[in-house]
């Protein structure tokens, strides 16, 4: 049964308040940008991990805590909205008790791990009248904002064409997708969706029309057994070709050490529970982290590409690898009038007509482009808010009606990828 709202309990006159739930990486970087935020104030968190909820607790001290989100959506509604950030396998069930409960939700991307998922909660939003704004943070950085103004202003004239690539960097893919949590497809999802769904989105965004075609390539080439060097064991710890390993998983987090705030250090964290000395290496002895990641169970691709035809013929490339530097985005854009280089901060443009150049530097707030999502964090938390509190949901441009078309493209790119086939796509219906 669905607990309809209360507008007398929760003020558009009064502080906003939000509750929490998933406390880890991503679930913590919304809530330390929240913190930043005037008449904002956390007021719950649920999170299962002692070791993450100690963490976070130290940032919001006063915040009611639950150790399952169920208890949280339970209890008659604490919060204006709640930021879910949980393990993808929780998103359906969650989002929609969180709605039924009258919150207005900030959902982590991917939506859920499936069409069917994704669709039951863009329907519990419907049914309940509440909002639902995903994380598709590229949209909001100010690189993507400078972008669109120039398209709009006719800077490069018609866009026909972008290619698009995201270098995963070659120590988070064995990180995430060889040794870690979205290794498995059985267990988690697609690459494309646990890694890319942004991507896709935000060439939606920026090509500003919709797909009528899909086709995708990709395969898991490198990270297998019969790829482990002559001379390795199973283990990092106990190999004697480690200290020329690339993929070493003792370098890399024991790195981590030295580098507090770093992504080596959060990734320390997540495999050892806490960043000592002792407790890394008790995880790489014994722990999934510690192993060659050419003996793993993984099965997702390595690298892949995706081509997307839109409306009217216009297209785009992506390509996303793990055999990269862990950089930022590189993308290129082709139009009637000039080309587009950009790197997630810089933008370069190549007009025709004046054989000039011109240059854009977007890094305005002090950001890179890996950090935060090049200010795209910060931006859609201050977005949330002010929506909120206007009570004008039109403000944010990742609604679950918009996340959901972007959505569709990667799930129909996976059925294309594994089918070996050209999937059309159909109107989206209004």
Not at 48 to 67: C, E, I, K, M, S
Not at 221 to 235: M, N, T, V, W
Request: hydrophobic content about 40%; charged content about 20%.
């Amino acid at each position: 049964m669905a607990q309809q709202r209360d507008d007398a309990v929760i003020s558009s006159t009064r502080d906003i308040r939000l509750a929490v739930a998933g406390a880890g990486m991503r679930g913590h970087a919304y809530a330390a940008e929240v913190a930043e935020l005037p008449g904002v104030e956390v007021v719950a968190v649920a999170e299962r991990n002692p070791t993450t909820l100690a963490r976070f607790a130290g940032l919001f001290p006063d915040a009611q805590v639950f150790d399952d989100w169920r208890d949280l959506a339970a209890l008659p509604r604490l919060a204006d909205a709640v930021i879910v950030a949980l393990p993808d396998e929780h998103h359906r069930d969650a989002s929609v008790a969180f709605a039924e409960a009258g919150y207005d939700i900030l959902l982590e991307k991917p939506i859920a791990t499936s069409p069917e998922d994704c669709d039951d909660i863009e329907n519990a939003a419907k049914a309940n009248g509440v909002s639902i704004t995903v994380c598709h943070v590229l949209r909001y950085t100010a690189y993507t904002k400078t972008l669109r103004q120039l398209l709009d202003a006719g800077a490069i004239g018609e866009v026909m064409q972008i290619e698009h690539l995201e270098p995963i960097g070659h120590l988070h893919f064995a990180h995430s997708f060889v040794r870690g949590n979205w290794g498995r497809s059985v267990t988690s999802h697609s690459l494309l969706l646990a890694k890319s769904c942004h991507d896709i989105d935000w060439l939606l965004h920026i090509m500003g029309r919709p797909v009528q075609r899909v086709t995708s390539f990709g395969s898991l080439g490198y990270f297998r057994p019969e790829s482990q060097p002559s001379g390795a064991s199973d283990r990092c710890v106990t190999c004697a070709v480690e200290s020329s390993c690339a993929f070493s998983a003792a370098r890399f987090y024991r790195r981590g050490l030295n580098n507090p705030g770093s992504a080596e250090e959060y990734n320390a964290l997540v495999m050892a529970g806490a960043v000592t000395p002792e407790a890394i290496d008790r995880a790489l002895e014994t722990g999934p982290w510690g192993r060659c990641a050419y003996l793993c169970d993984n099965d997702v691709v390595d690298h892949q590409t995706v081509q997307l035809e839109f409306s009217d013929g216009r297209l785009a490339s992506f390509t996303l690898s793990a055999f990269t530097e862990g950089s930022n985005r590189k993308t290129r854009l082709f139009g009637t009038a000039g080309q587009i280089t950009g790197d997630g901060r810089m933008i370069s443009v190549y007009d025709f007509r004046t054989l000039q150049t011109t240059v854009y530097d977007t890094d305005e707030l002090g950001f890179d482009a890996a950090a935060g999502h090049g200010g795209g964090d910060r931006r859609l938390v201050e977005t949330f808010v002010a929506a909120l509190r206007d009570d004008s949901p039109e403000q944010l441009t990742t609604s679950i009606a918009e996340s959901m078309a972007s959505h569709r493209v990667v799930f129909a790119a996976e059925e294309a990828r594994r089918t070996g086939t050209v999937v059309s796509l159909a109107p989206a219906i209004a």
